[in-house]
């Protein structure tokens, strides 16, 4: 036995069995009278006009990327004359060529693909060279983002650590697994945390370490520097609890008024930028 349907997109009458009517009444199912329909019914696609000036093309996309960026373009070459025209080269940053020091405009580490080519087959001989005057100069072995050559390690050694063992030297431990003691005494949890502690001890500045936020949560800062409470978030982003740890001292820090200083990595290596970063708790201001 058919039953008449009207179809939710074209209001189209069409026949359904009646176990089939049944069945999309009792599960609350929308009823198409072909294919065409139920495509056209689920397409949630929007007709775009092309943002590019002078190219006026329609073309059907998802609302996804118009919202995030308030634009869309029909193609890649559309966004490429727009982005090249509004960010030309000549305005991008001076660069210094990781291979050969060369200066130059261009968005890569490498002022040229024979540069990378040669970064990445250098004679490990070299390698081993920059290592040990890296140790000799600092006291320490390297981390990843301090080697300018990681790329030719990867290639040649396999990893990172089988290099630095290659090398005669002990790796460093996986973080947070060793304890580091500072110059002046003070336990570190990390190797970032003991080159703030000695970077602060080199210079007289007087500063305690994991000292307990304003609440009884059991929550510490890595380092207190006279009314300036120093964190350094060495995992941020990169593991779901260190960042709920990190939001609740962000939070603390809101509702006590404390006056705050953040240390990130990038802060770090592979150029120090701790003097900028600390200046307020230098000057006690």
Not at 5 to 23: D, L, M
Not at 48 to 75: A, E, I, N, Q
Not at 167 to 195: Q, R, W
Request: with cysteine; net charge positive.
């Amino acid at each position: 036995m058919l039953y008449p349907v009207n179809c939710v997109k074209c209001n189209k009458v069409f026949f359904r069995p009646i176990s089939r009517y049944n069945e999309a009444i009792k599960f609350n199912w929308k009823q198409y009278c072909s294919n065409k329909c139920q495509y056209e019914a689920k397409n949630k696609q929007v007709t775009f006009c092309c943002h590019r000036p002078g190219c006026g093309k329609t073309f059907k996309r998802g609302m996804g990327d118009f919202l995030k960026y308030g634009v869309s373009y029909c193609s890649s070459r559309c966004f490429a004359l727009v982005s090249n025209k509004e960010h030309p080269r000549w305005l991008w940053k001076v660069k210094k060529c990781v291979y050969c020091g060369k200066n130059f405009r261009r968005n890569k580490k490498y002022c040229s693909p024979d540069c990378q080519h040669k970064s990445q087959t250098i004679d490990k001989n070299l390698l081993f060279k920059a290592l040990k005057n890296f140790v000799k100069l600092r006291g320490r072995i390297p981390l990843k983002r301090e080697f300018p050559h990681y790329r030719a390690i990867r290639g040649r050694f396999g990893t990172w650590n089988n290099f630095i063992k290659t090398a005669g030297f002990t790796p460093n431990p996986v973080m947070f697994a060793k304890k580091y003691t500072a110059n002046d005494g003070h336990k570190c949890d990390s190797l970032s945390e003991k080159i703030i502690d000695d970077w602060f001890y080199a210079r007289n500045i007087d500063h305690k370490r994991s000292c307990p936020y304003p609440n009884d949560r059991g929550l510490t800062v890595d380092f207190k520097v006279g009314d300036y409470w120093v964190e350094f978030f060495g995992l941020s982003g990169e593991h779901k609890r260190y960042d709920e740890l990190k939001s609740e001292k962000i939070e603390l820090v809101k509702k006590y008024k404390l006056k705050f200083i953040s240390v990130y990595p990038e802060d770090l290596f592979p150029t120090s930028k701790l003097e900028a970063v600390l200046n307020l708790a230098i000057k006690g201001e």
